[in-house]
């Protein structure tokens, strides 16, 4: 079978849609089939190379708001009619590809719905007010539009599956295709008894992700204890604001930020820590929570969509409320010290990825949902 990809984000990937296309390809690829990935280029020419047996096709991209998305699907549409004779199904991921136009069967895979989205965001700045009515008004119709060119739909956790009721589709019939991780890479790996606490956010700085909340958390934490230490891990449009906040608050010796990191960096910063904390406001099925759980490491995440698919409070984690840094900072002192129940989460985290969330789990459901579809059994609201 030959599987082309459309995706609106970087290729080779920087983050978590990305990450989820690369890790289930490439187990398409162990198993025979060919792969292609369309995604957005520059204003060069149409751009071709092969990334670890992955065909990468870059096409055109103008960010020419708000004709970006019509003005790509021109350029991309071209590449899916001259791959249609050798291409059996188109595989689209949201969030906000262009229309595709085809004679080939269509399934998309929504990751995190706009509008649910937008409803969870908090208007914080110009750009946030602009994205909040650009999200109701301009992409929520687009991804109406994308709903109804499909043949199947998918949902990357029950709890999207659900928010898709806003767009008209019934969730029990939809398709749960969750995300992955690579347990061979991110394993555990046994601490060295120190006296410094470490504790681990890896994602977008965004006030989305309650970044701002872990740093609030942070200066209540570091005022109360000597050992803490907080290390934030990614970059985003807040990371500027963020960086000015800790300086304000004296935290520049309590507080790292390191950028985007390599794997083999990002996997060692998850090993080395003594806990993951993941403040968002709302997830889809957040990549860096499995690549955490895959590494034993005990989480304290936010009770919100995506997060609680996969926590179970108590068990393989501790879910508190969104937008409580109080509470967080109450959870994190609460099992810092708590030698005996950090591995108990860690442990039951890592069973947790290894019985549901590895890429050979995660390709085969994708596969069984392939042959579905192109035996002639889809459907508009999953099959």
């Given at each position: 079978?030959?599987?082309?990809?459309?995706?609106?984000?970087?290729?080779?990937?920087?983050?978590?849609?990305?990450?989820y296309?690369?890790?289930?390809c490439?187990?398409?690829?162990?198993?025979?089939?060919?792969?292609?990935?369309?995604?957005?280029?520059?204003?060069?020419?149409?751009?071709?190379?092969?990334?670890?047996?992955?065909?990468?096709?870059r096409?055109?991209?103008?960010?020419?708001?708000?004709?970006?998305?019509?003005?790509?699907?021109?350029?991309?549409?071209?590449?899916?009619?001259?791959?249609?004779?050798?291409?059996?199904?188109?595989?689209?991921?949201?969030?906000?590809?262009?229309?595709?136009?085809?004679?080939?069967?269509?399934?998309?895979?929504?990751?995190?719905?706009?509008?649910s989205?937008?409803?969870?965001?908090?208007?914080?700045?110009?750009?946030?007010?602009?994205?909040k009515?650009?999200?109701?008004?301009?992409?929520?119709?687009?991804?109406?539009?994308?709903i109804?060119?499909?043949?199947?739909?998918?949902?990357?956790?029950?709890?999207?599956?659900?928010?898709?009721?806003?767009?008209?589709?019934?969730?029990?019939?939809?398709c749960?295709?969750?995300?992955?991780v690579?347990?061979?890479?991110?394993t555990?790996?046994?601490?060295?008894?120190?006296?410094e606490?470490?504790?681990?956010?890896?994602?977008?700085?965004?006030?989305?992700?309650?970044?701002f909340?872990?740093?609030?958390?942070?200066?209540?934490?570091?005022?109360?204890?000597?050992?803490?230490?907080?290390?934030?891990?990614?970059?985003?449009?807040?990371l500027?604001?963020?960086?000015?906040k800790?300086?304000?608050?004296?935290l520049?010796?309590?507080?790292?930020?390191?950028?985007?990191?390599?794997?083999?960096?990002?996997?060692?910063?998850?090993?080395?820590?003594?806990?993951?904390?993941?403040?968002?406001y709302?997830?889809g099925?957040?990549?860096?929570?499995?690549e955490?759980?895959?590494?034993?490491?005990?989480?304290?995440?936010?009770?919100?969509?995506g997060?609680?698919?996969?926590?179970?409070?108590?068990?393989n984690?501790?879910?508190?409320?969104?937008k409580?840094?109080?509470?967080?900072?109450?959870?994190?002192?609460?099992?810092?010290?708590?030698?005996?129940?950090?591995?108990?989460?860690?442990?039951?985290?890592r069973?947790?990825?290894?019985?549901?969330y590895?890429?050979?789990?995660?390709?085969?459901?994708?596969?069984?949902?392939?042959?579905?579809?192109?035996?002639?059994?889809?459907?508009?609201?999953?099959?």
């Amino acid at each position: 079978m030959h599987i082309c990809n459309v995706i609106s984000v970087p290729f080779p990937p920087c983050e978590g849609i990305g990450h989820y296309v690369y890790g289930y390809c490439t187990k398409l690829l162990e198993q025979g089939h060919q792969v292609t990935v369309i995604t957005r280029g520059s204003f060069h020419k149409t751009q071709r190379e092969n990334l670890d047996g992955i065909e990468v096709i870059r096409a055109p991209f103008i960010p020419l708001y708000p004709f970006y998305l019509y003005l790509h699907g021109i350029f991309l549409n071209k590449i899916v009619k001259s791959l249609e004779s050798h291409v059996d199904i188109v595989h689209i991921h949201t969030p906000l590809p262009p229309l595709v136009r085809t004679s080939l069967p269509i399934i998309t895979t929504i990751h995190s719905p706009i509008l649910s989205d937008s409803k969870c965001s908090t208007i914080s700045s110009i750009y946030s007010l602009v994205s909040k009515i650009s999200a109701r008004f301009v992409s929520y119709p687009l991804e109406m539009k994308l709903i109804a060119s499909s043949d199947k739909i998918t949902a990357v956790s029950a709890s999207v599956a659900q928010d898709l009721q806003n767009y008209h589709l019934d969730p029990v019939q939809l398709c749960i295709l969750h995300n992955g991780v690579n347990e061979q890479f991110f394993t555990p790996k046994q601490k060295k008894s120190q006296g410094e606490k470490q504790i681990l956010y890896v994602g977008r700085m965004d006030h989305e992700k309650g970044v701002f909340d872990l740093l609030n958390c942070a200066q209540h934490l570091c005022s109360k204890r000597s050992d803490l230490f907080f290390n934030f891990v990614g970059d985003g449009r807040d990371l500027t604001k963020l960086k000015q906040k800790s300086k304000k608050m004296g935290l520049e010796d309590r507080v790292t930020f390191t950028g985007q990191l390599d794997r083999d960096k990002l996997v060692q910063m998850y090993q080395d820590a003594d806990l993951f904390v993941f403040p968002s406001y709302h997830e889809g099925l957040p990549t860096v929570l499995l690549e955490a759980m895959s590494c034993g490491l005990p989480i304290i995440a936010t009770d919100v969509r995506g997060n609680g698919d996969v926590i179970v409070n108590g068990e393989n984690g501790i879910l508190v409320p969104p937008k409580s840094p109080n509470e967080l900072a109450e959870s994190i002192l609460s099992l810092v010290d708590d030698e005996r129940y950090k591995c108990v989460l860690g442990k039951n985290a890592r069973n947790t990825i290894e019985a549901k969330y590895t890429w050979n789990a995660v390709a085969k459901n994708i596969v069984d949902c392939y042959t579905h579809l192109c035996n002639g059994n889809s459907k508009k609201q999953g099959g």
